[in-house]
């Protein structure tokens, strides 16, 4: 991956700003610039924020009179862009106001995101110093953009600001926010997912007043979430599932903040390359996937092979070869595992007899199915469902 678009992917993913980098006019990069973003759909303000950028000696940090601000830093043919966002908490009245200036369509507006200025300061120096090979401090950049610093207010608006901070947090991340994460799961789009996931860290609303606990069930959620999304975007729920259970189980190890988000990070990341390599790697037949469609269409019924061949046309040696060497096991050995995934989802969800639960997913026996179940989970299934089944159960 070339350094600065490395660069920019990294800024996206800590502070959730929108970013994009031109080059002769042309987008050659860009994160969280879905739905409407003025820079690309609205050329005359782009034009005029290059020209203001270049008419001085240091990269523009611009704020309009709704107080979101945009930076631009570049030079010649190449400028990169940044925002919008806001140093300050942007009630909503804000927020529409600056939308509506922009010529946004109705119904498309979402919360500005919220960057502390000695961040944003950051930002722009570091992509500013790869961009154009010349480094500038805070005090250049404040100056030049007539920008007055934070430490200038009063200790009534500091107040004032903490109070707006909590009940900001307290705020719960919007369905839209949850909807791009899924997207960027379900398309395999690696980098954007994890930009996403912490962004919803700002957003997401308050489940415990432990840090630790908050984190550890932000992380759970972004599992969840990211398991979902990926079965959408073609994972096998046997794969999905399992790689959802074996990490869970690494949070349960996790004991402070960082190797939370650390374990978290690993976990999207893990499941969105999952999705990512299964659709670059679409050289499995159609037959093969067809053959996976009915059995997870039919896992509660008796399934055979040569019924599944029959449909296809084809002989059921021919798919018996082609489905273990396109899925690495056989098809008996598919069809038990995506049996034993939904008898897993059952054990945590619902009430019903461990003896109950093995019919209706199809084992002939109660026995046979403790001995496969052993096998895939490495617990027996009475030991799993006292180890997920959630509380409120």
């Known amino acids: 991956m070339d350094k600065l678009v490395f660069i920019l992917s990294k800024c996206f993913q800590l502070t959730g700003v929108s970013i994009s980098l031109y080059k002769k006019g042309e987008m050659i990069f860009s994160a969280g610039t879905e739905d409407f973003y003025p820079i690309r759909d609205t050329k005359e303000f782009r034009q005029r924020l290059i020209q203001t950028a270049q008419s001085q000696q240091v990269p523009l940090i611009g704020r309009d009179v709704h107080k979101v601000m945009f930076a631009c830093a570049g030079g010649g043919d190449s400028f990169c862009f940044l925002g919008p966002v806001s140093t300050e908490h942007l009630n909503r009245i804000e927020v529409h106001r600056f939308y509506f200036d922009m010529g946004m369509r109705k119904g498309m507006e979402k919360q500005i995101p919220f960057l502390p200025l000695p961040r944003l300061l950051a930002c722009v120096e570091i992509i500013a110093a790869e961009l154009t090979g010349h480094t500038y401090t805070d005090e250049e950049i404040l100056d030049a953009n007539a920008i007055r610093d934070d430490s200038e207010l009063t200790a009534e608006k500091k107040k004032r600001l903490e109070r707006q901070d909590v009940m900001e947090e307290a705020a719960h991340h919007t369905y839209m926010e949850e909807r791009k994460l899924l997207d960027c799961v379900r398309e395999g789009r690696v980098e954007e997912a994890l930009g996403m996931n912490a962004r919803m860290d700002a957003e997401i609303g308050m489940m415990s007043k432990n840090e630790t606990e908050q984190c550890r069930k932000l992380a759970t959620v972004a599992i969840a979430l990211s398991v979902r999304a990926a079965i959408d975007g073609g994972l096998s729920p046997a794969e999905a599932y399992q790689m959802s259970d074996d990490f869970l189980q690494k949070l349960d190890a996790c004991n402070d903040v960082s190797t939370l988000i650390a374990m978290r990070n690993r976990a999207v990341r893990e499941i969105t390359t999952k999705v990512h390599d299964r659709l670059m790697k679409r050289k499995r037949s159609s037959y093969v996937e067809r053959c996976c469609d009915y059995v997870n269409k039919n896992y509660r019924n008796k399934i055979y092979l040569t019924k599944i061949a029959s449909e296809l046309g084809i002989s059921p040696s021919y798919l ?50 403790g001995k496969m179940f052993l096998r895939y989970k490495n617990m027996t299934p009475r030991e799993y469902r006292e180890v997920y089944k959630p509380k409120e159960f």
């Open 320 to 369: 018996s070869r082609l489905f273990a060497r396109e899925m690495g096991v056989t098809l008996q050995d598919y069809i038990v595992r995506i049996r034993i995934e939904h008898a897993a989802n059952l054990l945590r969800f619902s009430n019903e007899s461990i003896s109950t639960i093995s019919d209706y997913v199809n084992f002939p026996s109660q026995s046979y199915f």
